[in-house]
């Protein structure tokens, strides 16, 4: 008889408490969605930070080489913030611009210049000002 009177009681505590929860569902499965988009973008700024320094690093350590072709620059350092093509230039076709992800104008930027045939044909490392 005991047990069935604590049965009875957690039953209607529980259904009680799904009843106050029901209205806010959406809310929460909006929340969760949120969340987990949230660490989505965290990942994929980590990532595109440890790219950014790993070229840096390659940079400075004259590890880049020229005669690299576009496709490879940026399968192995990711894409860059700006992609542009050049018409003033003759020998430079498309310039690419490489920046931490977050660091708008207190990081370095490294520019890289590439010819007709999407070879690197030079690099420019500048620091911020």
């Known amino acids: ?3 069935n009177f ?12 799904g009843c106050t929860l029901l209205p806010y ?13 949230q660490r989505e973008i965290h990942s994929y700024i ?4 440890e790219l950014f320094y790993k070229l840096r690093d390659d940079v ?5 080489k020229t005669g690299m072709m576009l496709v490879d620059i940026i399968d ?3 894409e860059p913030v700006i992609s542009k093509e050049v018409d003033d230039v003759p020998s430079i076709k498309e310039v ?10 207190s990081s370095d930027r490294i520019y890289l210049y590439f010819d007709d ?5 030079y690099w420019k490392h500048e620091f911020p000002q």
Do not use: A, W
């Open 6 to 17: 604590i049965l009875l009681i957690c039953f209607l505590i529980f259904s009680t408490l």
């Open 25 to 37: 569902y959406q809310q929460l499965l909006t929340l969760r969605e949120v969340s987990n988009s």
């Open 60 to 64: 400075k350590n004259n590890r880049l």
């Open 117 to 121: 045939v999407k070879k690197l044909s």
């Open 96 to 105: 690419l611009l490489y920046r931490h992800p977050t660091q708008f104008f």
């Open 46 to 49: 980590d990532k595109q930070e």
């Open 76 to 78: 192995t350092y990711g």
């Open 1 to 3: 008889m005991v047990c």
